[in-house]
């Protein structure tokens, strides 16, 4: 059996960057947090949260193929 995701929370961080004029700037960043239950392992170490950040150009091809995605169910679901 493959991890199951339980639940999910988001939230926008912004990081300072240093420019190439020696300033800093700030860049947007999505925070995704991800609980996790493995059935595989056993009780007490089933459940995990995993954070990752996606820059703006990461999340719009997650997006992008998540699209793809539902759209390849809802035409195989079509077909039953």
Request: overall charge negative; glycine content about 2%; proline content about 5%.
């Amino acid at each position: 059996m493959l991890p199951q995701l339980k639940d999910f929370n988001w939230y926008i961080d912004m990081k300072l960057l240093p420019a190439a004029n020696g300033q800093r700037i700030q860049q947007p960043s999505c925070v995704l947090s991800l609980d996790i239950n493995d059935p595989t392992k056993s009780d007490g170490e089933n459940e995990k949260s995993v954070q990752v950040e996606l820059s703006k150009e990461t999340l719009n091809l997650v997006l992008d193929n998540f699209t793809r995605i539902r759209e390849q169910l809802n035409t195989l679901a079509k077909r039953e």
